[in-house]
């Protein structure tokens, strides 16, 4: 197994900003716990799957995989280098190993530039090439993308095109500086349902293509059991389950894995479903529950649950799950 | 290898031009800026050419009697000084003019960057210039505005500094919220995500997104420093008395006024609130196409 | 006798480049204490259908031509005042987005009063309360908490108000638009559970409006699918999902994943939706359908009955 990312004891702590008189009356000061304590790895060639709902942590961890912000304690190799020591020039350029497909194409579009500068941008900011071959690579990408032919697409802006359009020059700039780790935040979630699978298929074509490895963060388990290959399941900042795909989803282990996948609307008005929706909602991350986090709401709860918490154990073979009662089928 | 470093702002000034043919089918704000923008135009045409339409020199005394009502001969009569209102007219707004467009130069040249610098890099840099700014902006401007011209005495370039330095917070003001919203969004990160530059990121993702906002202050500065440079001229700071200018001819104007002689304050008056409505229209035209987002 | 009827209803928006037809001659009538999905796309003209029948179509939005009847009230031509009194009080609507649809400096207390006292003003206030709360502990929340700002409120809980005050006047049907969309997967899951329990208590007619075809499922009696502004079909949900006859709603059934099916292949549409400014001619469907043949490129299909549904296609149309 090749480990390419590894990420151990992650934790990122975001301050929670007081309003003034707080800020004089008391001197406790509170934070976010996006992400508290999170280990695991990606293997090259894996497409592993972030699995969670707000404020599960899933969108911070992709961030600090990308070195986009800093963790609060914690490491993340990336082929065996700490990107903790990254910085400034150095960091610039490693950045071509590993780039970020968007949510919301619109937004991270920047309005005033031509969708085919925009991909070229990430060539010229890591002078790869001269600027005629940076063309002519931003050319190829656009049409490998499905956005054929180029002439009609390069000199647009981002509101000339329609949704599915623009999450394609989304990730053909992220490819454009073929890198070899790619974290993919949400990346259909706007898009219109009939064109989903569409882009879909074509990150598992460029997969194949650019020998890529994947990292998915949604809160669409439909479409993580289609794409992903692993899965690890978030609540609260912390993994609860992890596995391959066929572990969690058909055999899961872990109470709040069991309630994702009976939530799940199913488009067929004769499926029998048992539903264990449990109550309530997620609690703040700036108090999570003691104990084990998901054990307010949990329907198997024990009194261990609220006293301690538990730690992602190897319950049957390469499939994990943070429980004390884990649900065996 | 050097790369052609690509000016994002030329390219700005090309993306507003063709769009100023669509201007009429952008509505209400597209009129306005077009309205705005031809009555600015007019004037500074009949600035230009007063010298050639001026019937009379607009500085020479008792070309016509004096204090003559608007007649086939002096059409909008004359003043105390028996001078020919019309040619003073054509010709007293060039220096407001001057004044408007150098207060516009410096508040750009200074405003910009430092609003730019600060808010980008934030922390102590952000504290310090807008503790700075917002001091200078808790004067009221005319009142700061006499007080600098007062201190550095008449001319045209005193005017116009006294003017911007009122006026550059504004700038400020308006480049920090834009780009400390800007800072947040997807496509900045995007741009770190590409290994930019801080100066790249900087100049060529937020800057762009930027300038429509101070497109829109600088047309409402311009406006803005039509009415206070008559405002110093009214007060007596600014100019020599004999260069023409419509702010002189509001002070003598006012003067005049209960004797019965209305038009020596109301056609420059008509002029100044003309220049600085034409200013306003194209502002506010140009505030409201680039903010909210057009809907197609 | 059907609680409402639509009759060919068009609403049009007027923008400078064109005029655009958010909803074509769509004809439906719902019975009593029936649920529909209105399925379809962004774009397709569901969330107008549905303002529509309350007359709140924002401008430049209008309905042009056709019928609303709610039981005996023409909507379309009430007067203000007439109108008024049907939202609210015998059409309940629940928004999409439940943050911005609350007043944020008001308590939910004040909400429900108001609600109450547009419609029965001579309630009290402590009456009008005393209904809120009940409300609330119908829908799962704790009556204390009518004292409550919206901001206190969690997003599944805000959901819940809304429900609430859509309910609070008893009325006889209650529009849902898109009401889970921005909520969290089990957040998603009670709502729907509450929906479908109130469903059956308070034997509600319900119009539920989305793009997520999974709680349509589960939740509707009946489905309407909807393309570009019309109808492409209408049938009861099982013979809809088990043999859906318009291309696009066989489509659209292809391209959503279901997790209890092992080795799904999930297809796609090619294309993109028509721009309703520059329709295609005939069929608006045809430039991404496989089964297009000539008469779908020059004659627009209507909707006709075939099998007990209704569906606009000329592969049903034998004439």
């Given at each position: ?28 000061k509170?934070?976010?716990?996006a ?8 293997n090259r060639?894996?497409?592993l799957?972030?699995?969670?709902e ?5 969108s ?6 990308l070195?986009?912000?800093e963790?609060t304690?914690?490491s993340i ?8 020591k990254?910085h400034g020039?150095?960091?610039?350029r ?9 949510q919301?194409?619109?937004a991270s579009?920047?309005?005033r530039i031509?969708v085919?500068?925009?991909i ?13 071959e940076?063309?002519?690579r931003t ?6 993308v499905?956005l ?5 697409f ?5 509101h ?7 999450q ?6 992220a490819?454009?500086?073929d890198?070899?780790f790619v974290?993919?935040?949400e ?7 009939s064109v989903r699978?569409?882009?879909l298929?074509?990150m ?11 990292l998915f963060?949604?809160h669409?388990?439909a479409m993580?059991?289609?794409v ?7 609540y ?8 391959s795909?066929e ?6 282990l872990?109470p709040y ?9 199913v488009p067929?008005p004769k499926?029998k479903?048992?539903r264990?929706?449990?109550k309530?909602?997620?609690p ?6 003691m104990?084990c ?7 198997y709860?024990?009194?261990?649950c609220?006293?301690?918490?538990p730690?992602l ?5 390469h ?11 | 290898?050097?790369m052609?470093?690509e000016k ?6 090309v993306?507003?031009?063709p769009s ?16 705005g ?9 009949m ?9 009379y020199?607009?500085?020479a005394?008792?070309?016509g009697p004096?204090?003559?009502?608007p ?8 003043n105390?000084?028996?001078?020919d209102?019309l040619s003073r007219?054509y010709?007293?707004?060039?220096i ?7 207060s516009?130069?410096v508040c750009l ?5 430092i609003g ?5 890099l934030?922390?102590?840099t952000?504290k310090?210039?807008?503790?700075v700014?917002?001091?200078i902006?808790?004067?009221p401007?005319?009142v ?10 008449p ?7 006294s ?8 700038y ?6 834009q ?7 997807p496509?900045?990160?995007a ?5 930019a530059?801080?100066r790249?990121?900087?100049?060529r993702?937020?800057?762009p997104?930027v300038?429509?906002?101070?497109v829109?202050v ?11 440079s ?8 600014g100019l020599?008395?004999s260069?023409p200018d419509w ?5 003598y104007g006012?003067?005049?006024?209960p004797?019965?002689a209305w ?9 100044v ?13 140009l505030?409201?196409?680039?903010n909210?987002?057009l809907?197609k | 006798m059907?609680?409402?009827?639509i ?7 007027h923008t400078l480049?064109?005029?655009?037809k ?6 439906l ?16 003209g ?8 309350v007359r709140?179509v924002?401008?430049?939005?209008k ?15 009430c007067?203000?005042?007439e109108i008024r ?5 015998r059409?309940?609507?629940i ?6 649809s609350?007043n944020?400096?008001?308590r939910?207390g ?5 609600m ?7 309630v ?10 009940d409300v609330?502990?119908?829908?799962g929340i704790?009556p204390?908490?009518?004292d409550d ?8 809980m ?5 429900i ?14 898109e009401p889970?969309t ?9 709502i729907i ?5 109130l ?6 007619t319900?119009i ?9 499922a589960?939740t ?8 570009a ?5 209408l049938?009861?949900t ?5 043999k ?5 709603t066989?489509a659209?059934?292809k391209s ?5 099916k092992?080795g799904q292949?999930?297809s ?7 721009d ?12 991404r ?7 779908c ?15 606009a296609c000329?592969?049903?149309d034998?004439?």
């Amino acid at each position: 197994m090749d480990n390419l990312l590894t990420a151990t004891n992650l934790r990122k702590y975001f301050p929670v900003e007081k309003g003034f008189l707080d800020r004089l009356l008391t001197s406790q000061k509170s934070f976010v716990h996006a992400v508290d304590d999170v280990s695991f790895s990606v293997n090259r060639g894996d497409i592993l799957g972030l699995v969670g709902e707000s404020g599960s942590g899933k969108s911070t961890t992709g961030r600090l995989c990308l070195k986009l912000i800093e963790p609060t304690s914690g490491s993340i190799m990336f082929e065996g280098v700490d990107l903790a020591k990254l910085h400034g020039e150095e960091l610039r350029r490693f950045r071509k190993n590993m780039q970020l497909i968007f949510q919301d194409a619109m937004a991270s579009l920047s309005p005033r530039i031509k969708v085919g500068d925009a991909i070229k941008h990430a060539l010229s900011f890591q002078g790869v090439g001269t600027a005629s071959e940076q063309t002519e690579r931003t050319r190829a990408i656009l049409e490998r993308v499905g956005l054929k032919p180029w002439s009609n697409f390069y000199d647009r802006y981002p509101h000339q095109l329609s949704g599915g359009q623009r999450q394609r020059v989304v990730i053909a700039r992220a490819l454009v500086l073929d890198p070899k780790f790619v974290v993919a935040d949400e990346p259909i979630a706007m898009v219109d349902v009939s064109v989903r699978a569409q882009i879909l298929e074509l990150m598992l074509e460029l997969k194949k293509e650019f020998d890529l490895t994947y990292l998915f963060i949604t809160h669409d388990l439909a479409m993580a059991n289609y794409v992903c290959h692993s899965i690890a399941i978030m609540y609260l900042g912390k993994i609860v389950e992890t596995g391959s795909k066929e572990d969690v989803f058909s055999r899961p282990l872990h109470p709040y894995t069991l309630a994702l996948l009976s939530s799940i609307p199913v488009p067929d008005p004769k499926a029998k479903l048992e539903r264990i929706i449990p109550k309530g909602e997620i609690p703040s991350p700036i108090n999570p529950p003691m104990g084990c986090r998901f054990h307010p709401r949990c329907p198997y709860a024990e009194s261990i649950c609220s006293e301690r918490e538990p730690q992602l154990e190897e319950i049957k073979p390469h499939h994990y799950a943070a429980c004390f009662f884990p649900r065996h089928s | 290898m050097s790369m052609k470093k690509e000016k994002p702002q030329g390219r700005i000034l090309v993306q507003l031009f063709p769009s100023l043919a669509n201007l009429a089918s952008r509505g209400l704000a597209g009129w306005a800026i077009l309205i705005g923008a031809a009555i600015v135009a007019v004037m500074a045409v009949m600035t230009v050419v007063a010298p050639w339409i001026s019937p009379y020199n607009p500085i020479a005394i008792n070309v016509g009697p004096i204090l003559s009502p608007p007649s086939a001969e002096f059409p909008l009569g004359t003043n105390h000084l028996g001078q020919d209102m019309l040619s003073r007219v054509y010709s007293g707004g060039a220096i407001m003019f001057q004044v408007a467009v150098l207060s516009v130069i410096v508040c750009l040249v200074v405003g910009v960057p430092i609003g730019l610098f600060a808010s980008y890099l934030g922390g102590y840099t952000d504290k310090v210039a807008s503790l700075v700014m917002d001091s200078i902006y808790a004067f009221p401007g005319l009142v700061l505005a006499i007080a600098i011209a007062a201190m550095l005495g008449p001319g045209v370039v005193n005017m116009a500094l006294s003017i911007a330095v009122v006026y550059v917070p504004s700038y400020f003001r308006i480049i920090r919220s834009q780009v400390l919203t800007i800072k947040e969004l997807p496509y900045v990160e995007a741009a770190s995500m590409m290994g930019a530059k801080s100066r790249t990121t900087l100049f060529r993702y937020i800057l762009p997104n930027v300038i429509p906002s101070i497109v829109a202050v600088a047309t409402i500065n311009f406006a803005d420093a039509v009415l206070t440079s008559a405002g110093l001229t009214f007060v007596g700071l600014g100019l020599p008395v004999s260069t023409p200018d419509w702010g002189w001819d509001l002070t003598y104007g006012r003067r005049l006024l209960p004797s019965g002689a209305w038009w020596v304050i109301a056609f420059p008056g008509l002029m100044v609130v003309l220049l600085a409505l034409g200013f306003t229209m194209m502002g506010e035209g140009l505030s409201e196409l680039f903010n909210p987002r057009l809907q197609k | 006798m059907a609680l409402l009827d639509i009759e060919s209803l068009v609403v049009e928006y007027h923008t400078l480049r064109a005029s655009v037809k958010a909803v074509d001659r769509v004809s439906l009538a719902m019975e009593k204490g029936h649920t529909l999905g209105l399925v379809g796309e962004s774009g397709c003209g569901k969330s107008t259908l549905g303002l529509s029948t309350v007359r709140l179509v924002p401008p430049p939005g209008k309905i042009a031509s056709g019928h609303i009847v709610l039981g005996e009230t023409d909507i379309i031509n009430c007067s203000d005042e007439e109108i008024r009194k049907v939202r609210g009080k015998r059409v309940g609507y629940i928004f999409q987005d439940p943050m911005t649809s609350l007043n944020p400096v008001k308590r939910i207390g004040a909400h429900f009063v108001e609600m109450i006292h547009t419609h029965e003003p001579e309630v009290s206030d402590q009456d009008a309360l005393k209904r809120g709360k009940d409300v609330l502990e119908r829908l799962g929340i704790l009556p204390e908490r009518i004292d409550d700002f919206p901001h206190q409120f969690s997003g599944g809980m805000r959901q819940r108000v809304m429900i609430g005050l859509a309910l609070a006047l008893g009325p006889d049907l209650l529009i849902a638009d898109e009401p889970t969309t921005s909520l969290d997967v089990i957040v998603e899951a009670q709502i729907i559970e509450l929906l479908k329990e109130l469903k059956e208590s308070l034997k509600l007619t319900l119009i539920l409006i989305t793009h997520n075809i999974g709680i349509v499922a589960e939740t509707a009696d009946r489905v309407a699918v909807m393309y570009a502004g019309r109808l492409a079909e209408l049938g009861q949900t099982d013979d809809l999902f088990e043999k859906p006859m318009h291309p696009y709603t066989q489509a659209l059934l292809k391209s959503v994943p279901n997790i209890t099916k092992k080795g799904q292949v999930l297809s796609w549409i090619p294309g993109a939706p028509p721009d309703l400014a520059e329709p295609p001619p005939g069929c608006l469907y045809h430039p991404r359908c496989p089964h297009a043949f000539d008469r779908c490129k020059k004659e627009e299909p209507l909707l006709i009955k075939h099998n007990g549904s209704q569906v606009a296609c000329h592969l049903y149309d034998k004439r």
